[in-house]
């Protein structure tokens, strides 16, 4: 841990008897002790990844902010940070999980909690493949980018060596056997799938599109997906559009393909305060839970503050941010807090009581300085 | 009686008779006869006097016609006039005053016209023309005057012969007593020829309106072609593409139309889709443009209904998404 971080604990220590400031860490950087080694998590760091196994602690500060529009197949966040839900039906095709929204709205925190689930319910390390959509004009040269970005999972251990060679063999094969301008995905992409099966078997195979590129028709990517479904046995495709994640849905529903649609949107005022109130109630020491306001040491016209529409004209009255965003001045403005308050004590020769009480709130005035930082 | 009173009744019945034939003698001689003779001048235009009295009776001498002036003169009048056309084939009705000046006599002095079409007269009054409809007589009868005969005549002119541009009328004034020879003057009554301007205008217009006509028909006949080949271009794009248009209905447009929750602003999403399926490019003008508006309302009825018209080999599907959307 940085001594920035650790100035957040000495200072939180001396604030303890402030029902304002009675927190354990800080909300937004908070340090936790994992196989006994302290490690500090940081909002706005990163994506949530509790895929990766080092950060399997993440799954705590996830916080439902999605609509899970299908919740039959994949529903809502327990306390724990697990899916209540996550059903891939029986049969041959794949699950296709469809993820709308735009940058900054959690798509990849909840991307990397689907791989992980994934992971944890099949009990096998998922063969996993990112692919940002650009696709070209020719398919059958999509359809070999593919092929080849998926190959390059196969490079260790020794056993897959053979499975990569069997791989580059059908890709080779496919290539000679196609005729005209017929691309023929089908048959590459489930003699890859027999190329697997048939070395490794029961390993999840996933393939990760990003297809929040405008230029990229719906009408190719969904084409593609339905390629790679021969081979996969979970497709996560990240769109920008409701509509078109609406769409795509249903129309690869019609097809017989398992498909649901997880929307990412962007928080208003009331979700916000909710997890922030999550936040804070998980990081306030015991002797302030019940005493402390909710949002201490927010005040609650601080967080309108953050959701206040822009001077202006035209201004809807129900503003929403990303989530990054306003994660990111809602730490911003504790931070500054932290410092003002650390240069107070200070001036007061270490006596808290000397501080003016309303120094321990996070203003209006104070949000509205982290802003425009 | 004896046969002095029959001597005595001839000689009085012979001084009667000759007492009649000199009196009858005398009277013709006053009134004198003008022969007709037309003058074209702007001045006054007096006729002459012909006499002709007969001789009734035996023994008289008729009295040959005395060289004097004419009984009447008909002056302050123009020797030919002008109608100007108001509109087209309508012309104004002229009218004319003149005067009748003579001397006094006895019984009434006659005036009417010849030549002049229906031309109607009565006397003017303050010198100017009444009224034409309180004007209707074609002979104009005058009382005898005291001293001086002096009338002003208001003459309406008969419009009818003057139909056409350029038309004239070449008529007399013809004034007369009871035994006389009329007094002639003559008038000439003519039509201006056609405006310059309009001439202008009807020559321009009898080449721009059928040059116009020509073009509108030359315009319809190529929009008609045009149309035409459109929808038989539409056609062969139909069938080139149909396995693309199937699809576009079985999985597009029944998505759109059957999302749950329902997709927003669904126009303009089946013009998107229409557009990147290149569904677009071979529609005739007229039927994208309705699509394109129906689209812009997010009207999916109206929408589905002009899909069915423009893609008949595609109709029963798309009734098979309507029936399932309304329900």
Known sequence: ?????????????????????????????????????????EYGG??????????????????????????????????????????????????????????????????NLLLFEIATRSAKEPIVTEIKISLTTDRAQDAQNLASTFVKNFTTPTNMGNVRNALQESIKNWRESRLGS?????????????????????????????????????????????????????????????????????????????????????????????????RLREERIAAHQHAAA??????????????????????????????????????RAFN?????????????????????????????????????? | MGVLGEIRATLQVLLIFGAVVFATSCFSQSQGASTTKTAESSAATTGSLAAETGSHGSGATPVPPAASAPPFFVTSYPSALRVSPRWLNDVEIPCVTFLVIGPSRSGSVRVTTSGLGRARLAEAVNDKCPLPSAVDKEVLTLPPAVGLFERRIAMWIDPGPLSEPGAAMDGRILVWQEMTTPVVSSLRVERAPTATWFTAVSWFLGIAIPAGITYGFGRLLANVTARSK???????????????????????????LNAKPPVERPGMVILQALHEKKL?????????????????????????????????????LIDKLRTAKSK
């Open chain 1, 336 to 373: 500054n807090k932290c410092n003002e308050l650390a240069a107070a004590l200070q001036a007061a020769g270490g006596d808290v009581e000397k501080i003016d009480p309303q120094c321990f709130w996070i203003s209006e005035a104070d949000m509205r300085d982290a802003m425009k930082a």
């Open chain 1, 182 to 278: 017929d691309p023929n995905m089908e048959f590459l992409f489930q003699s890859m799938r027999n190329d697997v099966e048939a070395a490794i078997p029961d390993r999840p195979i996933v393939f990760c599109f990003d297809a929040t590129n405008h230029a990229t028709s719906p009408d190719a990517w969904r084409q593609i997906c339905k390629a790679v479904a021969l081979l996969a046995d979970f497709v996560i495709l990240f769109v920008s559009d409701r509509n078109q994640a609406n769409l795509s849905k249903t129309i690869l529903a019609q097809s017989n393909y398992q498909a649901a649609w997880i929307d990412a949107p962007a928080v208003d005022h009331g979700k916000m305060g909710r997890f922030l109130a999550k």
């Open chain 1, 46 to 111: 990163g994506p949530l990844n509790p895929f990766a196994e080092e950060n399997r602690y993440h799954l705590r500060y996830y916080f439902d902010v999605y609509d899970w529009m299908d919740p039959h197949a994949v529903d809502g966040l327990n306390g724990d940070g697990r899916l209540r839900v996550f059903e891939r039906g029986s049969g041959q095709k794949p699950m296709i999980v469809l993820i709308s929204g735009f940058q900054g709205t959690g798509r990849t925190s909840l991307k």
């Open chain 2, 230 to 256: 459109a929808k038989e271009d539409f056609r062969t794009f139909r069938e080139e593409r149909s396995e693309t248009i199937g699809q576009f209905i079985r999985e597009d447009l029944f998505a759109i």
């Open chain 1, 294 to 331: 909710e949002l201490a040491p927010f005040h609650p016209d601080a967080l309108k503050v953050l959701f206040s529409a822009t001077q202006g004209a035209g201004q809807p009255e129900n503003v929403t941010l990303a989530i990054s965003f306003a994660l990111a001045n809602l730490k």
């Open chain 2, 280 to 316: 677009l490019s071979k529609m005739p003008q007229r039927e994208f443009d309705q699509l394109k508006d129906a689209c812009l309302v997010q009207d999916t009825r109206k929408i589905l209904a002009l899909l069915t018209k423009m893609l008949p080999e595609q109709s029963a």
């Open chain 1, 1 to 41: 841990m940085n001594q920035a971080t650790n100035s957040y604990e000495i200072l939180l220590a001396a604030l303890t008897g402030r029902q304002e400031f009675g927190l354990r860490t800080n909300p937004f950087t908070p340090t936790v002790v994992e196989n006994d080694n302290p490690t500090r998590f």
